[in-house]
């Protein structure tokens, strides 16, 4: 281990012929600190703290009462003690604090390990010879069997224990249900993937995670598809609608009484109950129960049939995928004209079964959003908030898909399934699909404002703080990881890249601090308008007006 002295049991003197290099133009508590970080180990984050107030105070003081030192100096020490103390109690100041203690840890574990070591050579010979006599005595005892009886593997999967999984956080059961079932992703959507005594588990990931379509309603929302799921026929389906203003300015109450007319004037022709094209249902039925909510929002536009990614070719044009792949063809795109790109798409088909290339097609077209808005967000940590989403019409089922990126791994999940009644005696069916749409359409939009509010952030941060010019991304490789290049070691030039890291890390906790502070308060404002599904809310009323 290197010969550093602890910085609390340093003298003056030894921490001032530290200090003493650095040039007075150089001075700021943060340099001294930096520079007594390379010098000297800390003990304690705590005692550490109280040594550089008491040791820098005494410094500056010295600095201030020099008399040869020239007013100017002077004037800098006495500036430089007064924000002594907020400098030492800051978050870069913690971080090359723990940056220091970690540094001791690694160290001393690479010496405990080379201890323990030597200590095993010497228990080598003793273990070797006990291994031959054990072997000696096992070949004795070895049955011979048929020449003609192959070996056969043996070993079983070691068994998942629950108790310690239901413990760790969010990343530690994807990884951990990741690796039991060998594979780098989690894909959930599939049958029969994962053991049923895992449901506990999978289930507090879906709640962590996000993926999980709650209903969003409003109050008026609620009250008319509540009145709705209570019809049993074409007349009191009219009749419920009809007291919504078609041009009210809550596109979802129109939507709703357009969707239920429509649907009214399909069960009285007995329309939906007979075998149709693909180009049918998009005519006759998605139009006007589905795409005429995405449709009604502003600020987006919707593309349908024939259409393809923009997400694939954004992420061509930086890079990120083979210019020769071919562009991909889908169904329904809803998008807008930010650079932000397909916020969501739907597929097609008249028929029941769900084929496996038609969901494999779908699942990485979600992971390539992830990576398209990873790449406009700064940091990979963004992504955790977002979710991407699609859907599938086969005739008149409804499967609405999920993907978030955690830690590294992807989860695919199925959010809802839902189908469009085939007769007019189930209003609750058709309440459950409406609502199931319009909560749809709001989690889409939310994804693309969060987005948004990051990119905000940042630029807010930017401005504050006079950020210098990032390199772009685009001119790196993704086979050379960027931990490669920071392992730094030569003293001459940890000086720079030292204030580099705080400062960096600082921004980064700073920013992403500030990401989370508005999402919060962005969801908070959406969520303060919509119906509470709390049981206690709406058994007593306690509901948003």
Not at 324 to 342: A, H, M, P, Y
């Amino acid at each position: 281990m290197p010969d550093k002295n602890i910085l609390e049991e340093a003298s003056y003197h030894q921490i001032k012929d530290c200090l003493k290099d650095v040039l007075s133009e150089a001075w700021s508590n943060m340099n001294m600190i930096q520079k007594l970080s390379q010098k000297f180990y800390f003990n304690k984050e705590e005692t550490t703290k109280s040594t550089l107030k008491q040791q820098l105070s005494d410094f500056w003081d010295q600095n201030i009462t020099a008399s040869t030192n020239s007013k100017r100096v002077k004037q800098r020490a006495k500036k430089l003690l007064s924000t002594l103390t907020q400098v030492v109690d800051s978050r870069p100041v913690s971080i090359l604090i723990k940056k220091n203690l970690s540094e001791q840890e690694n160290l001393h574990f690479k010496a405990g390990f080379r201890l323990q070591a030597a200590k095993e050579v010497n228990q080598e010979q003793e273990e070797e010879v006990a291994a031959q006599e054990e072997a000696v005595e096992q070949e004795e005892v070895v049955v011979q069997k048929d020449s003609d009886s192959a070996p056969r593997p043996s070993k079983r999967r070691k068994r998942l224990d629950l108790k310690k999984v239901k413990k760790l956080d969010l990343e530690g059961k994807v990884e951990t249900i990741a690796n039991f079932n060998d594979k780098q992703m989690l894909d959930l959507s599939n049958a029969r993937t994962i053991p049923s005594r895992c449901k506990d588990i999978i289930d507090s990931i879906l709640i962590d995670s996000g993926l999980q379509l709650h209903p969003r309603l409003t109050i008026s929302e609620y009250d008319v598809l509540t009145k709705i799921s209570e019809c049993t026929n074409k007349s009191s389906l009219d009749t419920t609608v009809n007291e919504i203003d078609l041009f009210s300015s809550q596109v979802e109450l129109s939507f709703i009484k357009l969707a239920v007319m429509k649907l009214c004037l399909l069960y009285h022709g007995e329309l939906l109950e007979g075998e149709h094209n693909e180009d049918w249902y998009r005519v006759n039925v998605y139009g006007d129960v589905f795409d005429l909510l995405f449709n009604s929002k502003h600020g987006y536009k919707t593309k349908r049939s024939e259409c393809h990614s923009q997400t694939i070719k954004a992420l061509k044009a930086n890079g990120l995928v083979d210019v020769d792949k071919k562009d991909i063809r889908l169904d329904f795109i809803f998008t807008n004209s930010t650079g932000i790109q397909d916020v969501f798409f739907c597929e097609d088909k008249p028929t029941i079964k769900v084929s496996n290339k038609d969901k494999n097609k779908a699942d990485y077209l979600r992971e390539s959003a992830l990576r398209h808005w990873s790449s406009l967000l700064p940091y990979e940590e963004c992504t955790q908030h977002l979710c991407a989403l699609s859907c599938h019409f086969n005739k008149l089922n409804l499967r609405i898909m999920g993907t978030k990126l955690v830690n590294g791994i992807m989860i695919h999940a199925c959010l809802k399934e839902i189908a469009i009644p085939l007769s007019d005696n189930n209003g609750a069916g058709i309440a459950e699909y409406l609502t199931a749409v319009i909560s749809l359409v709001r989690m889409v939009t939310w994804n693309f404002e969060a987005i948004q509010l990051m990119i905000q952030t940042v630029q807010q941060d930017n401005m504050t703080f006079l950020a210098k010019p990032a390199t772009s991304k685009i001119c790196y490789r993704e086979d050379s990881p960027a931990s490669e290049g920071s392992n730094i070691t030569n003293t001459d030039s940890s000086s720079s890249s030292v204030e580099l890291d705080w400062e960096e890390d600082e921004k980064k906790l700073r920013i992403m601090e500030n990401i989370e502070s508005n999402l919060t308060e962005l969801a908070k404002k959406a969520n303060e308008q919509y119906v509470s599904s709390s049981w206690e809310n709406i058994v007593f009323g306690k509901q948003p007006e």
